[in-house]
């Protein structure tokens, strides 16, 4: 099987009426480093994930995986949401729905699910309501059923927007321990101490255009755009 | 009288179960895909809720009667002929509510679905599996509209004696006669049969909101 990645996006525009969200964004993602997507509310990092994970198409522009995706076999690629979707079964059954929409065989399905679900701390809670759990779990459950499916690439749109600290802290363990487990991490934030905590490395997007890319440290330390350098002022007004 | 209570419980149940079982792929299916002159069916669905019941009467005795294109099956005055007016009656109202409440499920979950590339008729049976018991009220919208109705089981049933009367259909007849008694306690069963349906689907789908969420 060929490699997913890299992913080339090429002047992707997305236009709604007259508003423009995004505005010729042109990158090429790499496998390896964990990809922080960082701006303010609006700036188009949900859009721009939804865009390279398929789920909109840009107005104009290009999205291109290096392996590009058959249409009808199981998908290389997962998304986490900043509101998980669950549906009304148990969370084990939750992670076996994505498995089994993936096409992985019943008994393998079952082991596969159990150990994600394992993963992140919720074996016990395995057959509970995946709905009746609270926000923190529901999220944990997300990334149980995304990691599951072994993607080549998991995006998260804002994943702990939700979520209390603590709450917080679990999920970005378990996006560190899927990271490790081989997938490239997409991620978009508005936190900057999560960007730091995560990410090698940062892409800034301002009102719909690209305006910077750059390793994590030197991103903080000097940013070379003056919109950067007034998001991270701004974001931490004591620094 | 027994007899009559009975009649009338299965052919609105079975009409029920027939337009339910057409009712729900209509409306997941009207949900979720998109194909030129959607939004017009969408229209029609909700118009064709307030279908009168003798009009549909009128049109289904026209096609059983001996003269009519399936006048030849013998049905015209038979329980099944009411059975079958009560399920075109009460298709559009199923159709339409469960269409409105797959797409409101839709709406919430496509993003998730199509991410794990779940689309089309799987996306759909998805849906309607988990909102099951929102569709409760769906259908219970068409029983109440089928055990309801009397002018189109009178039309196709013909109120014969101990053949096709039905509650609703003794209920006209006995007040035209001026037996008043006999037409109000049966009103009184027939009020009571559906509340306690109605009481039964709202205790099942109760249950399920605390199990499930």
């Given at each position: 099987?060929?490699?997913?990645?890299?992913?080339?996006?090429?002047?992707?525009?997305?236009?709604?009426?007259?508003?423009?969200i995004?505005?010729?964004?042109?990158?090429?993602?790499?496998?390896?480093?964990?990809?922080?997507?960082?701006?303010?509310?609006?700036?188009?990092?949900?859009?721009l994930?939804?865009?390279?994970?398929?789920?909109?198409?840009?107005?104009?522009?290009?999205?291109?995986?290096?392996?590009?995706e058959?249409?009808?076999?199981?998908?290389?690629?997962a998304?986490v949401?900043?509101?998980?979707?669950?549906?009304r079964r148990?969370?084990?059954?939750?992670?076996?729905?994505?498995?089994?929409?993936?096409?992985?065989?019943?008994?393998?399905?079952?082991?596969r699910?159990?150990e994600?679900?394992?993963?992140?701390?919720?074996?016990?809670?395995?057959?509970?309501?995946?709905?009746?759990?609270?926000?923190?779990e529901?999220?944990?459950?997300a990334?149980?059923?995304?990691?599951?499916?072994?993607?080549?690439?998991?995006?998260?749109?804002?994943?702990t927007?939700?979520?209390?600290?603590?709450?917080?802290?679990?999920?970005e363990?378990?996006?560190?321990?899927?990271?490790?487990?081989?997938?490239?991490i997409?991620?978009?934030?508005?936190?900057?101490?999560?960007?730091?905590?995560?990410?090698?490395?940062?892409?800034?997007?301002?009102?719909g255009?690209?305006?910077?890319?750059?390793?994590v440290?030197?991103?903080?330390?000097?940013p070379?755009?003056?919109?950067?350098?007034?998001?991270?002022?701004?974001?931490?007004?004591w620094? | 009288?027994?007899?009559?209570v009975?009649?009338?419980?299965?052919?609105?149940?079975?009409?029920?179960?027939f337009a339910?079982?057409?009712?729900?792929?209509?409306?997941?299916a009207?949900?979720?895909?998109?194909?030129?002159g959607?939004h017009?069916?969408?229209?029609?669905?909700?118009?064709?809720?307030?279908?009168p019941?003798?009009?549909?009467?009128?049109?289904?005795?026209?096609?059983?009667?001996?003269?009519g294109?399936?006048g030849?099956?013998?049905?015209?005055?038979?329980?099944?002929?009411?059975v079958?007016?009560?399920?075109?009656?009460?298709?559009?109202?199923?159709?339409?509510?469960?269409?409105?409440?797959?797409?409101?499920?839709?709406?919430?979950?496509?993003d998730?679905?199509?991410?794990?590339?779940v689309?089309?008729?799987?996306a759909?049976?998805?849906?309607?599996?988990?909102?099951?018991?929102?569709?409760?009220?769906?259908?219970?919208a068409?029983?109440?509209?089928?055990?309801?109705?009397?002018?189109?089981?009178?039309?196709?049933?013909g109120?014969?004696?101990?053949?096709?009367?039905v509650?609703?259909?003794?209920?006209?007849?006995?007040?035209?006669?001026?037996?008043?008694?006999?037409?109000?306690?049966?009103?009184?069963?027939?009020?009571l049969l559906?509340?306690?349906?109605?009481?039964?689907?709202?205790i099942?789908k109760?249950?399920?909101?605390?199990?499930?969420g």
């Amino acid at each position: 099987m060929s490699a997913l990645l890299p992913l080339r996006l090429s002047e992707v525009t997305v236009a709604a009426g007259d508003r423009t969200i995004l505005d010729r964004v042109s990158a090429k993602i790499e496998a390896g480093p964990r990809t922080m997507i960082l701006g303010a509310n609006g700036a188009g990092k949900s859009v721009l994930m939804r865009v390279c994970h398929g789920l909109l198409a840009p107005t104009s522009g290009k999205v291109e995986w290096h392996a590009a995706e058959v249409s009808g076999a199981p998908r290389r690629q997962a998304m986490v949401f900043q509101r998980p979707v669950m549906l009304r079964r148990s969370a084990l059954a939750n992670v076996a729905y994505a498995l089994k929409a993936a096409h992985v065989a019943g008994r393998e399905r079952a082991r596969r699910a159990a150990e994600a679900l394992e993963h992140v701390g919720l074996a016990d809670l395995a057959e509970h309501p995946a709905r009746m759990l609270s926000g923190g779990e529901q999220q944990r459950l997300a990334l149980a059923r995304a990691w599951a499916l072994r993607p080549d690439v998991l995006f998260l749109d804002e994943p702990t927007a939700n979520l209390d600290p603590s709450a917080t802290k679990e999920v970005e363990a378990i996006i560190i321990a899927i990271h490790a487990a081989g997938a490239k991490i997409v991620m978009s934030t508005h936190n900057l101490g999560q960007a730091r905590r995560l990410g090698d490395e940062v892409l800034f997007l301002h009102q719909g255009r690209l305006v910077e890319r750059a390793p994590v440290a030197t991103f903080f330390k000097l940013p070379a755009s003056a919109e950067a350098g007034a998001f991270i002022k701004g974001e931490l007004p004591w620094a | 009288m027994i007899e009559i209570v009975a009649l009338s419980l299965k052919v609105s149940l079975s009409a029920v179960l027939f337009a339910t079982l057409l009712a729900l792929p209509i409306g997941a299916a009207v949900a979720v895909a998109r194909f030129p002159g959607r939004h017009a069916l969408v229209v029609l669905l909700n118009a064709l809720m307030g279908l009168p019941p003798v009009v549909v009467g009128l049109v289904v005795y026209l096609l059983l009667s001996r003269a009519g294109p399936l006048g030849q099956y013998g049905l015209l005055f038979t329980p099944p002929a009411m059975v079958i007016a009560q399920t075109l009656l009460i298709l559009p109202i199923i159709s339409a509510l469960a269409r409105q409440a797959v797409e409101d499920a839709w709406i919430e979950y496509q993003d998730q679905l199509r991410s794990l590339g779940v689309s089309g008729i799987p996306a759909a049976l998805t849906l309607l599996w988990d909102i099951r018991y929102s569709l409760l009220t769906a259908i219970l919208a068409g029983l109440g509209r089928a055990s309801a109705e009397v002018g189109a089981v009178m039309i196709v049933g013909g109120n014969i004696d101990g053949v096709t009367r039905v509650m609703t259909t003794t209920i006209a007849l006995e007040t035209s006669k001026g037996d008043l008694p006999l037409a109000l306690s049966l009103g009184i069963v027939l009020i009571l049969l559906v509340l306690l349906l109605n009481a039964a689907a709202f205790i099942v789908k109760e249950a399920a909101q605390r199990r499930y969420g």
